[in-house]
């Protein structure tokens, strides 16, 4: 059956708010890392120290990701969406308004909880309210944005950052989230609650490994790569995960369901969700790193990344609805090997072989990611979704994680002179490649059938 677009004015409305509630977060953190040396200047802060800014915002996310299934059972989608977005909204006000370190790491902190919970209700509502039949289509209009959202946040953020004040960055969520809840609080729709009981030995084990492993690989990506400490943290970090996940499904009262993971698909679908992210935001760390080294213009850089954004749209446009009936995984893998070749194109260097390999890039990476958002809810029952959302999104910013640890080992041993540029370039191509491969095969041998473990 073909997938329809055709919406409602409602459904217009309701879509429109989603796209703002994925975007706020995204938008937000990648302006956030341009101007922390404005930050840093006005308040009298090290650099060094200043850095938590963006740390202590993850590591609240993570705590919002893991509380979103149990503030969804308990008090509904609306309720749930409502409550975070303005969570998100009083923090970012009151960063605007901080003073000093103290206040800058703990209203960051209150904005970082609000969008952890507000990223997986909006995945959560979007795959309720349009089910599996026209969930493809729709995360090809919302997923667009989480492209263009990285590139554009650091264009904006050096603009804001040379010509107004760093606290503008700031106060513009306000517009925004004003916007996102006028469209989105008559549309989004009333589910029935119920009493879920959170497993609070579960979610502080999972937090503190959460914590643990995120804080290693700031370590490590910055270029602690032999620091036993780092190394035994993020061992220590891993071993608390396995714990928690193997206590969580022990427990008769579950922080999270991991019963769709019974389904080989949908754990196949969770992997290609984390390798994607790896690849994504490793080469997005990695190719203004490499370019920094020689000296190359950051505006330049910003315009070349807003690039992908592009190419995303073009491939939603023009190509993804053709596409649509096609298996998910091997929509991923065709978009990731799509992706590998562009690294090629923008080896090459230079003004046209940049512009051309962005936008390649961009279509590539367009229906990889649509197709990464949409394909565990392909594969999980309704009452799963809630879960769902938080383990996929739990699991993509572990996998950016990873990407920011393969992007500075390959910076570390770049600027050592142990590798060329040319190698890390091509280093950056096999792995994508590989993963492309890896979803063609899945598809290959497990996409046409479910298969229940």
């Given at each position: 059956?073909?997938?329809?677009?055709?919406?409602?004015?409602?459904?217009?409305?309701?879509v429109f708010a989603m796209t703002?509630?994925?975007?706020?977060?995204?938008?937000?953190?990648?302006i956030v890392n341009v101007i922390?040396?404005?930050?840093?200047?006005?308040?009298n802060t090290s650099y060094v120290?200043?850095?938590?800014?963006?740390?202590?915002?993850?590591?609240?996310?993570?705590?919002?990701?893991?509380?979103?299934?149990?503030?969804?059972?308990?008090?509904?989608?609306?309720?749930?969406?409502?409550?975070?977005?303005?969570?998100?909204?009083?923090?970012?006000?009151?960063?605007?308004?901080?003073?000093?370190?103290?206040?800058?790491?703990?209203?960051?902190?209150?904005?970082?909880?609000?969008?952890?919970?507000?990223?997986?209700?909006?995945?959560?509502?979007?795959?309720?309210?349009?089910?599996?039949?026209?969930?493809?289509?729709?995360?090809?209009?919302?997923?667009?944005?989480?492209?263009?959202?990285?590139?554009?946040?650091?264009?904006?953020?050096?603009?804001?950052?040379?010509?107004?004040?760093?606290?503008?960055?700031?106060?513009?969520?306000?517009?925004?989230?004003?916007?996102?809840?006028?469209?989105?609080?008559?549309?989004?729709?009333?589910?029935?609650?119920?009493?879920?009981?959170?497993?609070?030995?579960?979610?502080?084990?999972?937090?503190?490994?959460?914590?643990?492993?995120?804080?290693?690989?700031?370590?490590?990506?910055?270029?602690?790569?032999?620091?036993?400490?780092?190394?035994?943290?993020?061992?220590?970090?891993?071993?608390?995960?396995?714990?928690?996940?193997?206590?969580?499904?022990?427990?008769?009262?579950?922080?999270?369901?991991?019963?769709?993971?019974?389904?080989?698909?949908?754990?196949?679908?969770?992997?290609?969700?984390?390798?994607?992210?790896?690849?994504?935001?490793?080469?997005?760390?990695?190719?203004?790193?490499?370019?920094?080294?020689?000296?190359?213009?950051?505006?330049?850089?910003?315009?070349?990344?807003?690039?992908?954004?592009?190419?995303?749209?073009?491939?939603?446009?023009?190509?993804?609805?053709?596409?649509?009936?096609?298996?998910?995984?091997?929509?991923?893998?065709?978009?990731?090997?799509?992706?590998?070749?562009?690294?090629?194109?923008?080896?090459?260097?230079?003004?046209?072989?940049?512009?051309?390999?962005?936008?390649?890039?961009?279509?590539?990476?367009?229906?990889?990611?649509?197709?990464?958002?949409?394909?565990?809810?392909?594969?999980?029952?309704?009452?799963?979704?809630?879960?769902?959302?938080?383990?996929?999104?739990?699991?993509?910013?572990?996998?950016?994680?990873?990407?920011?640890?393969?992007?500075?080992?390959?910076?570390?041993?770049?600027?050592?002179?142990?590798?060329?540029?040319?190698?890390?370039?091509?280093?950056?191509?096999?792995?994508?490649?590989?993963?492309?491969?890896?979803?063609?095969?899945?598809?290959?041998?497990?996409?046409?059938?479910?298969?229940?473990?």
């Open positions: 059956m073909k997938q329809s677009i055709d919406l409602t004015t409602a459904e217009r409305k309701l703002l509630s994925s975007i706020l977060p995204l938008l937000d953190s990648s922390l040396s404005s930050i840093s200047n006005d308040i120290y200043i850095q938590w800014v963006i740390t202590v915002y993850m590591l609240a996310c993570a705590a919002g990701i893991l509380l979103s299934p149990y503030i969804h059972e308990n008090f509904g989608l609306k309720k749930a969406w409502i409550c975070s977005i303005f969570v998100f909204l009083v923090g970012s006000i009151l960063v605007g308004f901080s003073y000093n370190l103290v206040t800058l790491i703990l209203f960051r902190c209150l904005q970082g909880f609000g969008a952890g919970i507000l990223i997986p209700i909006t995945q959560s509502t979007i795959a309720i309210y349009f089910g599996k039949e026209r969930l493809k289509p729709i995360m090809a209009l919302i997923a667009i944005p989480s492209v263009f959202a990285p590139a554009l946040g650091p264009i904006l953020g050096a603009v804001i950052s040379e010509q107004l004040n760093w606290r503008i960055a700031f106060f513009i969520n306000m517009p925004l989230v004003l916007v996102a809840f006028f469209c989105g609080r008559t549309t989004i729709p009333d589910n029935k609650t119920s009493k879920y009981n959170m497993n609070i030995y579960v979610f502080m084990t999972f937090l503190i490994a959460l914590i643990l492993f995120f804080i290693s690989i700031k370590n490590l990506t910055s270029g602690g790569f032999f620091d036993i400490f780092n190394i035994i943290m993020l061992v220590l970090g891993i071993g608390l995960m396995m714990v928690s996940l193997i206590t969580n499904n022990k427990s008769d009262s579950k922080l999270i369901d991991l019963s769709a993971f019974s389904c080989i698909q949908y754990s196949f679908a969770i992997i290609m969700g984390f390798l994607t992210s790896l690849i994504f935001f490793g080469f997005m760390i990695f190719f203004p790193l490499i370019q920094a080294i020689n000296d190359n213009i950051s505006t330049y850089i910003g315009m070349l990344l807003a690039l992908q954004g592009v190419g995303a749209w073009l491939a939603r446009k023009f190509i993804y609805k053709s596409l649509s009936e096609i298996n998910s995984f091997l929509i991923i893998g065709v978009g990731l090997i799509i992706s590998a070749i562009s690294i090629l194109i923008i080896q090459v260097g230079g003004i046209p072989s940049e512009i051309i390999g962005f936008i390649v890039r961009g279509s590539g990476l367009g229906v990889a990611t649509i197709a990464v958002l949409s394909s565990p809810f392909e594969f999980c029952d309704k009452n799963q979704i809630k879960d769902t959302s938080a383990i996929t999104r739990v699991i993509q910013q572990i996998g950016g994680a990873f990407g920011g640890v393969l992007s500075g080992i390959l910076i570390h041993l770049t600027q050592d002179q142990i590798i060329s540029v040319n190698c890390a370039y091509q280093t950056m191509f096999f792995v994508s490649l590989t993963f492309g491969l890896l979803a063609v095969i899945v598809y290959i041998f497990f996409g046409r059938v479910n298969i229940k473990i």
